[in-house]
């Protein structure tokens, strides 16, 4: 048949995409301008992009889902933006990430996940202050990466971490790089409008150049598999997107251009060699286009198109991590704004029983025969290709321990043979039969079980084997723990002693491994053949029921494995480390289970049971049968009642044994509410200082139904009152507690919600239940500190912007360049000062007057270009008086202080002409604040590493104060709201507290932040503690709480996020809330601080919708308190000014929230006078209620007077939580209805008119 009408197997894949709730939601991510496709997948894991700056990045299984925690544990890798990685081809847990801080580092992630936040890399790749566009690993040379920044190409070596190559060929950005399927050529598209092709290893390593997208946005190349064509995305010189197609034999020509659409964003292309199978991913898109290569004409046909989110980045997932048993072909992981989507791709067929190979060719393996080392020398190997069957088992994930340990396995690689050519991996077209040759089995591990197989049988079947020589033998090459048939390079010669030694050591150790377990299987059987005695003596009249069980269990198990080679229960796949109990293992050796006829055996597996399934009986009189003793998860001994009586359950006051050789410890491990602890007596129940009886069903792992739980007591009692005698069916109940999931003997304590309890599922009477309730007089509900921890009433709290019409907006050209020690933006309840651009240097300070409605005293009307103060030097701070609302103090980098007094009705045009100047230092000013209670006092912190504290009252102002003691640069410094102690935090990482008016050296210092990038420092808790905001050494940020008594060490310490902005700290004394956020930032950060444990309470973040430049937080007077508002900001955006209330929402909030708003120190208005202060005079601190007038405190309308409480009637009693679930006759459960109806019913004897007011007479007239 002709190819052109030969039909394609893949054109009707279609793309299934999964419900919501199987993708990955909740997750934070930004608008990266990167040549990356900002995901990535291997088949173990993926990792993408966190947070809008995304120096971060998220690491997680890559079959998990669900919803995700914005603190879970993250890869803090770098200081900027990530912009590229990639993981290993033959290691799953080995990462690539390059980033714009000119950084490479290598991750090693564990294979169980990351369970804490890691920061610390395998090794890091200096780029000589470049940034880094593109990562990536060799495709044949173990160890061998590439890295592209700026105009150069440079291949690492990880076994000796040096660059092994670089070309500076390049003239313009290498934007994008991909490598040939068997390494030896690669091709890159560049910021020049060319694409080049390159041996890494000739002598000129460019091999042709040719023109491409004539446009220098963005581009991409990915070669097309083995062929000798590549496939470019781009632009044209119109901005259209292009396809081209290109034989790399003749570069200069194109096969195939294809031009789309007008869209901004770049083509992501995402190529299967096996299938042809190409996708196409734009940033910003919401569609994803599938394309089927050809060879000839028309080359690209299009195929099922999948619309959904917009995309932000996308990749494929590894082949060798498909569901092949569902027919999906390619998995593309889209990455969208707050979720990540697995795409799947499926071609339809009638029925997916079997395995269908013609959908799954050979495709590339995870083992390498070829290092870096060698690839260097020159030497070629190609991948060895694997099989997707599922008996194959290939399909298994790669685990190579950390870097030092793949570079020890990489260093003990032989040379390959050139003469021999790779061989396909256990390659599997149809399913597997019984192999000719018997296989020694490998040797068990603890956790494996020999669960419902006969076990007669497979000795018999390992006693042939043992006398037999394996020709196939199981090996771990280069660190790769899988069975590899045939590497290429190692085959078995008659001629080669070494080889022929090296065979034989390992059938010797084979047959070891099979003594063994021929040994440990005897001793199992011995343990059988024990139980099976005490069964017949002890239990003769169940012997019909389990000689039947028993042999229909045997017939199966025969027809299972006789004829073929007996081998250990392979293991089920690694599961998600979201689930619980997933990493979990069974510490106990294994032991027997009965047989049963519920379960058949898998040659290809098996699955643990997952626990019981529920069974109670109706009457004590029913027929029993071991099947419905199997299904009750009950403690050994465990005495029933009449009512549900277990069908072995021993009569009434014949004591219960536990199993022979074993302590309370261990009974109480075996039982499914071991997580309560055990009452000493029933006496407990009569002093109503427990409800275990209730409690103990609530906990319980079991999700089964029990008619009759016994409480702890009874439980201890069973345990103590023992004869040393044991039944078959308890036995057979402990065996049945082994079997319940590893999720059951978790250390993952109990939720603490409420659950559903059953006795309200079913209710009868009975003698024993009425004894129960009737044991529980009161069952008090815990108090929810208890439960959960502390609780904040800011716990909720909201931050809400302000309605349009009070924003300033389109401020133009707002200054970004402000030294890390100024906030960038200050404003009181009036007005606010914006930092603008100055065009003949020097700096200026805009003053814009706040629209009305922003605070409660602002007036003015917004200005389109607002009047600014003009500088001759550059800004370093400045500040507004908080006792007067016209004066603004600017520092510049001259030394010198300029003040300013704004006119009452605002700045009218922009002046130059400072009210006084006067010099401050002899060199830059880092810092200036003003005092929090004595006015006219204001305080400096320059370069000269010293802090003044100077009395504008004066006409020529001198420093009165001068502290000492800095040895660096100061970063921050705070007083405390009394006006008595100043701290300051310094980059020689040390934390000072300074008494001014006592001591011009510091009382007490202590160590601070590690790094040296900034800090900030504030009082809190009363002048009793101090946050502190800095960096670690990864540049990770972190907030700081220390004891203003001990600066010795942090008393709690919080790790935010990798992100270069420094975190700028607010505190409402009145809440202990804390507000944090960094210029750049869209989120602010609200934790609660407390001097109890925890002592720093994370609350909820706001999330604004755009970043900002700086905020700035307004006195407690500006607040309204009627909104329940307890703090209000003004945040300034690109151009924007917006005000921004914090309130906590409250049913009642017509009453004054006086538990929310205590009385307030006055910060608005001055203590006393800046001279008086200097002369050592203390006062009383102002204090002022917020409560508006007329407005009734919450307090006084919840407390009732002593009056009110003797005529106001009897409280109805609490309904005993016991006695709601006995049944009740219809007449009585009518009645109860009735009354529940009546009571919220409000009845309202006043009618309607008797409210109303007369009218007029001369109203009549009109």
């Not at 099979?514 to 059988?528: D, L, N, Q, S």
């Not at 001279?1171 to 203390?1178: A, D, I, Q, R, T």
């Not at 106001?1208 to 109806?1237: F, G, R, T």
Request: charged fraction near 25%; aromatic fraction near 6%.
């Amino acid at each position: 048949m002709a190819w052109r009408f030969k039909a394609s197997k893949y054109k009707n894949a279609a793309p299934i995409v999964p419900k919501p709730e199987a993708c990955i939601r909740d997750i934070c991510v930004g608008s990266y301008q990167t040549y990356g496709n900002n995901i990535c997948a291997s088949a173990a894991f993926m990792a993408f992009n966190w947070e809008h700056v995304g120096s971060s990045m998220a690491v997680l299984p890559l079959d998990d889902c669900g919803r995700k925690s914005k603190t879970m544990p993250l890869l803090h890798a770098h200081s900027d933006t990530i912009t590229d990685m990639e993981f290993s081809p033959f290691h799953d847990g080995l990462l690539l990430t390059g980033s714009q801080d000119s950084l490479v580092k290598v991750w090693h992630i564990p294979p169980e996940g990351l369970k804490e936040s890691l920061s610390t890399p395998e090794c890091t790749l200096s780029q000589k202050q470049r940034r880094v566009e593109n990562v990536g690993f060799h495709p044949v040379a173990d160890g061998l990466i590439h890295v592209a920044s700026g105009h150069e190409l440079a291949l690492w070596d990880l076994t000796k971490q040096k660059e092994a190559f670089v070309n500076k060929d390049h003239s313009e950005v290498i934007q994008s790089t991909s490598w040939k399927k068997d390494g030896r050529l690669l091709a890159t598209s560049c910021k020049d409008k060319k694409v080049r092709i390159l041996d890494p290893r000739a002598s000129s390593p460019v091999l042709n150049v040719a023109n491409s997208h004539q446009n220098i946005k963005d581009s991409r190349v990915v070669w097309l598999g083995d062929n000798d064509r590549i496939l470019t995305t781009g632009f044209d010189s119109a901005r259209l997107r292009q396809i081209m197609i290109r034989d790399i034999r003749n570069l200069s020509q194109t096969q195939k251009t294809l031009e789309l659409d007008c869209s901004t964003g770049i083509l992501m292309p995402l190529f299967d060699a096996d299938t042809n199978m190409l996708f196409l991913a734009g940033k910003g898109d919401t569609t994803i286009l599938y394309l089927e290569l050809t060879d000839r004409e028309p080359y690209l046909i299009e195929g099922l198109r999948h619309s959904g989110e917009q995309t932000k980045g996308a990749c494929l997932v590894p082949k060798r991590a498909l569901r092949v048993m569902e027919g999906e072909v390619n998995r593309v992981l889209q990455l969208a704004g707050s979720s990540v989507v697995p795409i799947m791709y499926q071609v339809p067929r009638k029925s997916y029983r079997d395995y269908h190979a013609d959908l799954y060719p050979d495709t590339a393996g995870c083992v390498t025969y070829l290092s870096a080392p060698m690839w260097l020398d020159n030497h070629d190997y190609p991948v060895p290709n694997i099989s997707l069957h599922p008996d194959a088992n290939n399909c298994t994930q790669v685990h190579r321990g950390n870097l030092e340990e793949m570079v020890k396995e990489i260093m003990a690689m032989p040379l390959p043979k050139k003469d021999n050519k790779p061989q396909i991996v256990q390659s599997v077209e149809e399913p597997v039969k019984p192999a000719s040759k018997p296989q020694p089995p490998p040797e068990p591990k603890e956790e494996d079980r020999i669960d419902f197989v006969n076990v007669k049988d497979m000795i018999k079947g390992m006693e042939r084997n043992k006398n037999l020589e394996p020709k196939d033998y199981n090996r771990e090459t280069n660190g790769f723990h899988k069975k590899i048939t045939d590497n290429g390079h190692d085959k078995c010669d008659d001629t080669d002693s070494e080889k022929t030694e090296f065979v034989c050591e390992k059938t010797e150790k084979t047959v070891e491994i099979t003594e063994k377990t021929v040994e440990k299987i005897e001793k199992t059987v011995e343990k059988i053949e024990k139980t099976e005695r005490f069964v017949d003596n002890h239990e003769r009249s169940l012997e019909k029921t389990e000689s039947s069980d028993s042999s229909e269990s045997l017939s199966r198990s025969n027809s299972l494995i006789n004829g073929t080679p007996v081998q250990a229960p392979k293991p089920l796949p690694r599961s998600s480390i979201s689930e619980p109990g997933a990493g979990e293992e069974l510490h106990e050796a294994p032991k027997p289970k009965p047989r049963t006829t519920s379960v058949t055996v898998s040659t290809g597996g098996y699955k643990p049971r997952l626990g019981p399934k529920p069974f109670s009986a109706s009457t004590g009189s029913e027929e029993f049968s071991f099947d419905k003793v199997f299904s009750v998860p009950a403690v050994p001994g465990m005495v029933k009642s009449d009512s549900a009586s277990s069908p072995v359950a021993p009569s009434a006051g014949t004591p219960v044994a536990p199993p022979a050789g074993r302590d309370d410890d261990k009974h109480k491990s075996l039982s499914p509410t071991s997580d309560v602890e055990v009452a000493p007596n029933k006496e407990e129940y009569t002093n109503g200082k427990s409800d275990t009886s209730l409690e103990e069903e609530v906990n319980s792992s079991d999700s089964g139904y029990r008619p009759k739980t016994p409480s702890t007591a009874e439980r201890r009692k069973m345990f103590e009152n023992t004869d040393g005698a044991q039944s078959i069916a308890e036995r057979r109940k402990a065996y049945e507690v082994r079997s319940v999931s590893v999720a059951v003997e978790s250390d993952t304590p109990a939720s603490p919600a409420p659950l559903r309890r059953r006795d309200s599922l079913k209710s009868r009477k009975s003698p024993d239940r009425e004894e129960k309730r009737a044991s529980v007089p009161n069952v008090t509900t815990k108090r929810t500190s208890t439960v959960f921890g502390k609780v904040s009433k800011f716990r909720h709290l909201k931050g809400t912007p302000g309605h349009k019409s009070t924003h300033v907006e389109n401020i133009k050209n707002i200054s970004r360049q402000i030294s890390g020690e100024c906030n960038g933006f200050y404003a009181n309840g009036k007005r606010c000062a914006v930092p603008v651009s100055a065009g003949g240097g020097g700096g200026r300070v805009a003053v814009i007057e706040l629209p009305s409605g922003a605070t409660p005293v602002s007036k003015a009307t917004p200005v389109i270009h607002p009047p600014a103060l003009l500088h001759p030097a550059p800004l370093q701070d400045w500040a507004w008086d908080p006792f007067r609302d016209s004066r603004l103090i600017v520092a510049c980098d001259d030394g010198l202080l300029r003040e300013w007094i704004i006119p009452e009705n605002g700045l009218q045009e922009s002046t130059n002409e400072p009210n006084r100047t006067f010099s401050a230092h002899p060199d830059k000013i880092y810092i200036i604040r003003f005092h929090p209670t004595a006015s006219d006092l204001l305080t400096t912190a320059a370069h000269d590493l010293t802090v003044k504290i100077w009395d504008l009252s004066q006409d020529v102002p001198t420093a009165d104060i001068i502290l000492t003691g800095h040895t660096d640069q100061i970063f921050a410094l705070d007083w405390s709201p009394c006006g008595e102690y100043l701290a300051t935090v310094c980059k020689d990482g040390l934390i000072r507290i300074y008494k001014p008016r006592s001591s011009t050296e510091p009382i007490r210092s202590g160590p601070g932040p590690v790094g040296s990038r900034g800090a900030r420092i504030v009082w809190a808790l009363q002048a009793t503690h101090l946050v502190v905001t800095g960096f670690d050494k990864v540049s990770e940020r972190q907030i700081l709480l220390y004891k203003a008594s001990d600066l010795s060490a942090p008393v709690c310490t919080v790790g935010l996020d990798v992100s270069p902005a420094i975190l700028q700290i607010h505190i409402d004394h009145d809440s202990g809330t804390l507000f944090l956020t960094g210029r750049g930032d869209s989120t602010i950060y609200c934790y609660e601080v407390s001097s109890e444990a925890p002592q720093l309470c994370a609350l909820s973040h706001h999330r604004a919708a755009t970043l900002h430049q700086g905020i700035c937080y307004l006195h407690k007077n500006l607040v309204a308190v009627e909104k329940v508002e307890f703090a209000r900001a003004l945040r300034l955006t690109n151009g924007n000014i917006e005000p921004l209330s914090f309130t906590v929402p409250r049913i009642k909030s017509e009453l004054f929230q006086d538990d929310l708003f205590p009385p307030t120190l006055v910060t608005w208005e001055p203590w006393l006078t800046g001279k008086e202060w200097l002369s050592g005079k203390n006062v009383t601190p102002k204090i002022v209620s917020l409560q508006p007038p007329g407005m009734e405190p919450l307090s006084a309308h919840t407390t009732q007077s002593p009056g009110s409480r003797e005529t106001k009637p009897a409280q109805k009693p609490k309904p005993d939580l016991i006695k709601s679930h006995v049944p009740m006759d219809p007449k009585q459960q009518q009645d109860s209805i009735m009354k529940a109806m009546s009571a919220k019913v409000t009845v309202n004897l006043k009618l309607e008119q008797d409210s109303m007011e007369g009218v007029d007479e001369s109203e009549w007239d009109q």
